[in-house]
């Protein structure tokens, strides 16, 4: 896989690049505003690089999930001038994807200067599952360049246009993120240093049963957390009230704890509540007496010191998903307590998943505690359950040149 710093070398001055980044930042429903500006932070590196080397940057990238129109409350324009601020320069946003605007804007560009496209997914060619409809986009996004730079980590288990096809038609790079990501990624799948403890929370156990089946015969320890413990507790036999529960789910828990053993740790108490707010009245309740009628929402304080213990000595951890709802002050003492026993390891630390990484952040945790914070959930999964990532893939090959 070529570098970025490969086509430095090479030389870019003068040369237009199309760099996929991953700017997909949360923003508050009310005014709009970016509430955590983490991911922007995080493409930097590449596109500062590109610009001291001279290169005539066209910025691609995706905000939420727009139907495959534009769409005003999705649009990237925050996100242009958040960009222009970090970078000190003026960054414009064209209108659209790749059509008349960004065309003409794309051509006007000087030596390091950078071009923001409209939210790539404003055109429903992007996500399409069609080859040819992905391949019409990808044409009018790679005329847009000489050369194309994914450092878009967060979208490269995604076969879409500007991640896959695109890069299927100029020569390619990966990124700095990308390449840092993979780096992390691939000391935790070859050769782990051990105890390699894995934690795992967040709200859909479905999502994340296919990476505890992978996972599982790898890790020393599997702790599990958040809303998906409910469905392993309620495997064993416990009454979980309102709590979440993927009652479909529940027997796939069962078998995965039989084969387990005690390398898959649960939690002993959780916090419940009647309803998700801020000012709501919360019991601690052992997981063998969670009353009806209400919802686990926070991992409980024995739990907080179990699992620290179960860290104590690793030498390797991935942390992905919440301990309990830390949106909410009643619901944040799990996250936190366990977030900061995975800082605490000696060894490498790794947070993977937009929710997880911005627990840290909103939680005033130190982000330096840790090893590596992925902004890439999804991708960092489906990378360590063993999956080809088709935005990895296209790049490693040599086509598109
Ligand atoms: P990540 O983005 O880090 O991969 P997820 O998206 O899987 O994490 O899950 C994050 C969400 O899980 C958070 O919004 C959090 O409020 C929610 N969550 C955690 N614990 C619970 C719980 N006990 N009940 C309901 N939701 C929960
Ligand atoms: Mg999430």
């Not at 959930?377 to 090959?397: F, H, I, M, N």
Request: proline share 4%.
């Amino acid at each position: 896989m070529r570098s970025v710093d490969d086509l430095l070398a090479e030389g870019v001055s003068g040369r237009r690049v199309l760099l996929r980044t991953d700017l997909n930042v949360p923003l508050d429903k009310q005014t709009g505003e970016i509430t955590d500006d983490g991911r922007i932070q995080a493409s930097l590196p590449t596109l500062q690089a590109l610009r001291d080397g001279g290169a005539r940057v066209i910025v691609t990238a995706h905000l939420g999930r727009p139907k495959g129109a534009p769409d005003p409350q999705f649009s990237l324009a925050p996100v242009a001038a958040r960009l222009g601020e970090l970078l000190g320069t003026t960054v414009p946003l064209a209108a659209d994807v790749a059509g008349d605007d960004a065309r003409a804007k794309a051509a006007a560009l000087g030596d390091g200067d950078v071009l923001l496209v409209e939210n790539v997914r404003f055109e429903a060619a992007e996500t399409s599952k069609d080859d040819a409809e992905r391949g019409e986009l990808a044409d009018r996004l790679a005329a847009l360049a000489d050369v194309y730079v994914d450092d878009a980590f967060g979208a490269v288990h995604r076969k879409h246009a500007s991640v896959f096809d695109v890069a299927e038609r100029l020569p390619h790079y990966a990124g700095r993120l990308v390449a840092r990501e993979l780096d992390v990624l691939t000391r935790l799948t070859q050769d782990p240093e051990r105890p390699y403890v894995v934690v795992l929370g967040g709200s859909k156990v479905s999502d994340k049963l296919a990476v505890i089946e992978a996972l599982l015969p790898k890790v020393d320890r599997l702790l599990v957390g958040g809303g998906m413990c409910f469905t392993f507790l309620a495997a064993q036999g416990h009454g979980v009230g309102n709590s979440l529960l993927e009652a479909d789910q529940v027997d796939t828990c069962r078998r995965l704890l039989a084969e387990a053993g005690d390398r898959i740790v649960l939690p002993v108490d959780v916090v419940v509540a009647a309803d998700l707010t801020d000012d709501a009245e919360t019991t601690v309740v052992s997981v063998d007496a969670i009353p009806d009628g209400l919802k686990g929402l926070d991992v409980g304080p024995r739990t907080v010191e179990l699992f620290g213990t179960e860290l104590g000595d690793a030498r390797t951890v991935f942390w992905n998903g919440p301990m309990g709802v830390f949106e909410l002050a009643p619901f944040q003492a799990g996250t936190r307590g366990v977030a900061s026993a995975v800082a605490a390891i000696d060894g490498l630390s790794v947070v993977g998943g937009g929710d997880s990484a911005a627990a840290v952040r909103q939680l005033g945790l130190d982000e330096e505690a840790y090893g590596h914070i992925s902004t890439g959930g999804g991708a960092s999964l489906e990378y360590l359950e063993g999956r080809e990532l088709p935005g990895l893939a296209v790049l490693a090959d040599g086509s598109g040149q």
